[in-house]
């Protein structure tokens, strides 16, 4: 009973040991410039050789690019067509946009969110708009504007 003594505190002073053992802090800085997910693995050695790891995962988010919802008054009509266009962008970093365009496809462009423009001539157009934040992510959305002769499904004269 005596001797089963004795081996229970040397078995705790060996916990002991283990637990308490010698603490080391490192600290160490890395800046990832890409986006990517990354595993970084800490690994340490002790005095007599003993080798533990410990791995985590870093995910390093890029700049994402604006954010764009465009909204149309019509979509189609005859000629001449004008149309409301209503573009309102957000950057998901909280960038600032500093550049924002609207090209009508029938080479005119404004530099306003919310511009009208008349289309005086039938065609399919493809109408866009662009925005840029201040990181320089640019994104873009299209609606194609449908602009149709007077003639075409309507009732003709005699
Ligand atoms: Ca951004």
């Known amino acids: 009973m005596k001797k089963f003594g004795w081996m229970l505190l040397v078995l705790a002073a060996m916990l002991m040991t283990a637990t308490v053992g010698n603490c080391v802090e490192e600290i160490a800085t890395h800046t990832y410039d890409v986006a990517g997910e990354y595993t970084v693995t800490l690994t340490a050695t002790d005095e007599h050789g003993g080798v533990s790891s410990k791995t985590i995962t870093i995910n390093v988010r890029g700049n994402e690019a ?21 573009a309102t962008v957000t950057d ?22 919310s511009p009208k423009h008349t289309y005086t001539t039938a065609g399919n157009y493809t109408s866009t708009f662009r925005a840029t934040d201040s990181n320089n992510n640019t994104s873009e959305k299209s609606i194609t504007i449908i602009v149709q002769n007077e003639s075409v499904g309507g009732c003709s004269s005699v």
């Not at 604006?66 to 209503?86: E, H, M, R």
């Not at 609207?102 to 080479?107: A, E, H, K, L, P």
């Open 66 to 86: 604006p954010v764009i919802n465009i909204v149309v008054d019509k979509s189609s009509g005859i000629a001449p067509l004008t149309v409301q266009f209503t």
């Open 92 to 113: 998901p970093d909280g960038d600032a946009i500093v550049d924002y365009e609207w090209n009508f496809g029938d080479n005119g462009i404004a530099k306003t969110l």
